[in-house]
């Protein structure tokens, strides 16, 4: 469990619940109260405690009562499903960690990102506006259509499969999972370094409740989040909830900003005691400009000298200071210097999607049937590239997955499922970077099918051993191209040489620049070229790169695990997984780089899970050995054409190991403490990768043997992207009882160590070591009916960078800042 609990402010403000005339408190486990399953967190009238830690896990998806017995001292369980079984989080031999839907609530979780917060093992950033997950060194730099996620993001059990719609889903929620390792069983493709489930909190039959959040702060922010529980007769029950977030740009130009509104509802129908049905809808509509993004630093192109910005990380690249630095730029293929961004950015999307939760109880066991549709409209423009970026991507997926599960009771326990899932991308993107401009068009279809099952043997009542396996058939076809558009100089001096203007297709850019033609080509690889009249001296060169192809393939992975309980609350495993994401497409010129092939892992794991001190005191540690083959590796990089093109690329090995100590202590009755240390050594043990040219790099670089032949640069034995050494995560929280009120105060710091953020593992691209905290006072009624809360976020002002980029044409490195300093009050209502 080792938990963003450790992050104070993840030590929810209800986390300790205080009983009426001084009882002892229960206290929830990780970062909030955990109410009985279904209630999200919310506590209805005359509630005061959580289940007790002799209780058997409760079925998340059975209809629960929102009374819970108050007897219990100590740590609370919690219940998790991380296994697809409902099972007490410290009985659950797998690295997983949780966040309850208070703590989300309190530390105004409304993206992704701020989950970088709460678990330390976790590091997620908004590179434009796209959702860049990373889980203990692994991860993708997944920013379009053409490349999947390592991390899986799971909503409700279903599995999203852009990164771009894992945003609009963190309100009236029971919890979130982060499972940390390969997920290859039970998850399948594309859970290479882990997976995050996000579980919305379920109806409730025979009762009526609800619950109502208003958070303002700086930045003229404003959230509002509501959720109501309307009991149907004895059968039936529907749960609505909504949330809309707005705030100011974080950055000087108005970037950085949020706009978001959404709904969800879900029907619940128990018409018999075996069966149970669920359904449900949601939507969420992102809009504003798009995630901040500052100017990290810039090349000199004569001396090659690098030097970074004069600007804080709040200084955002349409700002005209920044402006008048990329004007300086200069580019040899026009000859001449570069301008400012433009046009502005946006975002403007929609998601939404539909989903059934059916279970069915039999003597054999539960079937479980969960068919769902998603439907993502993604339109954006982001300048972290410092060169326009335009998305126009249609995705539709539809899934269904069937299982059966034993009874938790049998000494022989079986899980047994099937998986389909199908997905059509139509994409109509554009780069435009001022010497050249790219088009991307095409459909992309995905159909991936995979039979599951695991076996779980009770050797006796201490010792268990299981096992579990799953094949997976996966087919990918594309059928689509790129056109591009480059200008160049054929004088010896072009003082006016053209600077492509913004356009979203080849006939737009050719009517904005005045362009005339075509002519014969001076230039032989080009297709067709283009003079502009004003300066003659300047063509335009047109060229096609086709992309038709398709790519199947099939996999086994598997597990093996021991666990062993050395007491009653001391658990000891020890497990050997492995995992698998499927290959697929880049657009490039070059043949030998429009595809990429599966990458696989191996990971090992030993772990202990322990409650000491009469449940006072949790102790959980663990220690991780990873080993990957053809590791895929997204970036931004030059084909040789000479343009900017976007290309994953199988890097050849690299390892992962380290350890993590995650604790809390019930220390005084009304007084908690906790922290969780992790310990990170990841490395690329063989990346070697080609370039037409040689770019700025850490790694060693081999000139070509012959003329025209592509640089080698070499990368192994570095430090992986987004690996810092050590985390940290320290919280306290204190409880003072005021009769029929309580005064709540927390606070927590983050601490991690220096970590590359961009691909080319430059010095400018490396994050410097940086300390974080939060704090928060609360008065609230008894029984947490009503809470008014102060609360302050990165107290100082700490804007790590979650990724840079680097642009070879205007020879600038973007980057994208975490938000600043943050404060303000929040005021909840359940009832």
């Not at 309307?230 to 609505?240: D, F, I, K, M, Q």
Request: aromatic share 10%.
């Amino acid at each position: 469990m080792r938990l963003g609990l450790l992050n104070s402010t993840a030590l929810a403000a209800s986390m300790l619940i205080v009983a009426a005339g001084g009882a002892q408190p229960a206290m929830a486990a990780i970062g909030g109260e955990v109410a009985p399953t279904g209630t999200g967190g919310m506590v209805s009238p005359g509630q005061t405690g959580t289940p007790t830690a002799g209780q058997q896990a409760a079925d998340p998806a059975a209809p629960q009562s929102n009374s819970a017995d108050a007897t219990q001292t100590g740590l609370a369980d919690i219940v998790v499903t991380a296994q697809r079984r409902s099972e007490n989080l410290q009985k659950v031999a797998v690295a997983v960690s949780v966040v309850s839907a208070d703590a989300l609530t309190r530390n105004n979780v409304t993206q992704s990102a701020q989950l970088t917060t709460l678990v330390p093992a976790l590091q997620v950033a908004n590179s434009g506006t796209t959702n860049v997950f990373y889980l203990r060194g692994v991860g993708t730099f997944a920013v379009n259509a053409f490349s999947d996620p390592a991390i899986a993001f799971n909503y409700d059990g279903v599995y999203i499969s852009r990164p771009s719609a894992a945003t609009g889903v963190f309100y009236d929620l029971e919890r979130v999972e982060v499972l940390k390792g390969p997920q290859g069983t039970l998850y399948g493709r594309n859970a290479t370094g882990g997976a995050i489930n996000v579980l919305p909190a379920k109806p409730v039959i025979g009762e009526n409740f609800g619950q109502f959040s208003a958070v303002l702060g700086n930045y003229n922010a404003a959230t509002l989040q509501g959720g109501a529980n309307l009991s149907l007769g004895e059968t039936a029950a529907l749960r609505v909830a909504g949330t809309y977030t707005k705030h100011e740009g974080y950055q000087s130009d108005g970037t950085g900003d949020e706009d978001g509104k959404g709904a969800r509802a879900q029907l619940l129908w128990k018409p018999s005691s075996d069966l149970t049905i669920r359904v449900g809808g949601d939507y969420y509509h992102a809009g504003g400009a798009s995630s901040g993004s500052t100017l990290v630093g810039t090349i000199n192109p004569f001396t090659k000298a690098i030097s970074p910005s004069p600007y804080g990380r709040d200084v955002g690249l349409y700002d005209s200071r920044v402006s008048q630095i990329l004007s300086g730029q200069y580019n040899f293929q026009v000859g001449r210097t570069m301008t400012g961004l433009s046009p502005y950015a946006f975002n403007d999307s929609t998601f939404w999607g539909v989903n059934a939760d059916i279970s069915y109880i039999t003597p054999i066991g539960t079937f479980t049937l969960v068919p769902a549709h998603r439907d993502i409209d993604f339109n954006a423009r982001n300048n972290i590239t410092t060169f326009s970026s335009e998305f126009h991507e249609r995705t539709r997926q539809n899934s269904v997955e069937l299982r059966l599960a034993s009874p938790d009771t049998n000494k022989l326990r079986y899980l047994v499922g099937g998986y389909y899932f199908h997905e059509e991308t139509e994409v109509a993107d554009s780069f435009s970077q001022q010497n050249l401009s790219n088009f991307l068009t095409g459909d992309l279809t995905t159909r991936s099918v995979a039979a599951f099952g695991r076996l779980t043997y009770a050797i006796t009542d201490r010792l268990r051993l299981s096992g579990g396996i799953r094949y997976t058939n996966d087919r990918k076809t594309i059928s689509g191209g790129s056109q591009l558009a480059v200008d160049v100089c054929t004088a010896p001096a072009c003082p006016n040489g053209l600077l492509l203007p913004y356009a979203t297709s080849l006939s737009d850019l050719v009517n904005r620049a005045g362009l005339v033609g075509p002519f014969p080509s001076p230039v032989p690889s080009f297709q067709s070229v283009y003079i502009s009249p004003t300066s003659p001296t300047n063509i335009v060169g047109t060229s096609q790169a086709p992309l038709v192809a398709v790519q199947s393939g099939s996999k086994v992975t598997y597990r093996a695990n021991v666990e062993y309980d050395v007491g009653a609350r001391s658990l000891l495993y020890a497990s050997f997984e492995t995992g698998y994401r499927g290959g697929g497409f880049s657009f490039a010129v070059d043949p030998t780089r429009q595809q990429y092939r599966p990458e696989t892992i191996q990971a090992w794991t030993v772990g202990s899970k322990n409650r000491f001190l009469d449940n006072r005191l949790q102790l959980n540690i663990e220690a991780f050995y990873w080993r990957y083959k053809d590791q895929q590796i997204a970036h931004l990089g030059v084909d040789s054409s000479g343009s900017q093109a976007f290309f994953t690329e199988n890097i050849g090995t690299s390892r992962n190991f380290g350890a993590e100590v995650e604790t809390q202590f019930l220390i005084f009755p009304h007084t908690t403490l906790s922290g969780d240390i992790q310990y990170l050594d990841a490395k690329y043990t063989s990346f070697v990768y080609k370039s037409p040219s040689p770019p700025p790099t850490r790694c060693g670089v081999s000139a070509p043997a012959t003329a025209g032949g592509a640089y080698s640069i070499d990368c192994s034995g570095l430090q992986a992207l987004r690996s810092p050494k050590w985390t940290l995560n320290l919280g306290i929280q204190h409880v003072i009882p005021l009769g029929q009120f309580k005064i709540v105060a927390e606070g927590s710091a983050r601490y991690q160590t220096s970590s590359y953020v961009g691909f080319e593992l430059l010095d400018i691209e490396r994050q410097a070591a940086y300390w974080t905290g939060q704090a928060s006072l609360t008065f609230a009624s008894e029984n947490d009916k009503f809470a008014l809360s102060a609360f302050v976020n990165n107290i100082g002002n700490q804007r790590p960078l979650g990724d840079v980029v680097y642009n070879s044409a205007l020879n600038a490195f973007g980057g994208a800042p975490g938000a600043p300093r943050l404060y303000g009050v929040r005021f909840q209502v359940k009832y």
